[in-house]
């Protein structure tokens, strides 16, 4: 049994309607889908989504350039609000972001939406999902000053030195088709030395697929793809490395 700890079900990268979505993950062994908003208004249409489908859970959260034209002080009680709903699960995902991208928050108002998830989470008693590019150490400054509980970091691309200060604040590292990439040789190391117990899998779709299919919409039951992956490269049957992911999942997130 899988689940997709990060997807972005509303999309118009698909050709397919979220039904057909889920049905079709359902069929590979998919039980659970972690639908992940990423501002305002995706996080509304991830509840919409969750509470249309038994399956489906969702997050609420701002990405590190979304929502920029509201002030981040006004952002927090409607982030707030939407934690009220029914089948919200998670913080996020939020995070940092440092790359090039056009009109993206400048770092300092990064690390302050950042911090302000932060303790939204821990006031509303929620785990995080966080999204890290190229931000290891002020990620790891934040929950070390914070200490918010253990939370998920989100398609983990880092180093294994890193993975190990992140599971020593207790969190979860996910797994998404980076590692079956030629180029991400540097994560079998991570996949191979972190436990069992603290490990999860996302397809992060519509976006990341599997090697093989680059260039192509991501999809969620591409999920298995990722679990046969760390199956190989821990040398488990991947029954054993999908128990422990979906086990592990549903631990973190309390579903």
């Known amino acids: 049994m899988l689940i997709d700890s990060h997807c972005h079900l509303k999309d118009n990268r698909y050709a397919k309607d979220v039904q057909t979505l889920v049905s079709d993950a359902k069929k590979v062994g998919v039980a659970k889908f972690i639908n992940i908003g990423t501002s305002l208004t995706s996080s509304k249409e991830a509840i919409t989504t969750a509470q249309l489908f038994r399956e489906v859970y969702a997050t609420v959260g701002v990405y590190p350039h979304e929502n920029r034209k509201t002030k981040i002080n006004n952002l927090m009680p409607r982030l707030e609000e939407l934690t009220r709903q029914e089948k919200v699960v998670a913080i996020g995902e939020c995070g940092i972001d440092i790359s090039k991208r056009a009109n993206g928050r ?3 108002e990064q690390l302050e ?3 302000a998830q932060i303790e939204l989470a821990k006031k509303v008693k929620l785990p995080l999902t ?11 400054a934040m929950l070390r000053k914070h200490k918010p509980q253990p939370g998920i970091l989100h398609c983990f691309s ?30 079998l190391e991570t996949v191979k030395q972190v436990p069992l117990d603290k490990f999860v899998l996302e397809t992060d779709a519509p ?26 490269i821990k040398s488990l049957p991947i029954d054993i490395v999908s128990t422990h992911a979906y086990q592990n999942t549903c631990a973190v997130l309390t579903l």
Not at 170 to 176: D, P, Q, T, V
């Open 106 to 108: 400048p770092l300092a």
């Open 113 to 115: 939406l950042f911090e």
């Open 130 to 140: 966080i999204h890290n590019r190229n931000g290891d150490n002020h990620i790891l």
């Open 158 to 187: 880092s180093s294994w030195e890193f993975a190990r200060n992140i599971l020593e604040l207790g969190f979860y590292i996910s797994f998404s088709a980076f590692i079956t990439y030629p180029s991400r040789k540097e994560l």
């Open 207 to 232: 976006y990341l697929p599997p090697q093989g299919m680059r260039g192509q919409v991501n999809e969620p039951k591409n999920v298995k793809i990722v679990a046969e992956k760390v199956a190989e």
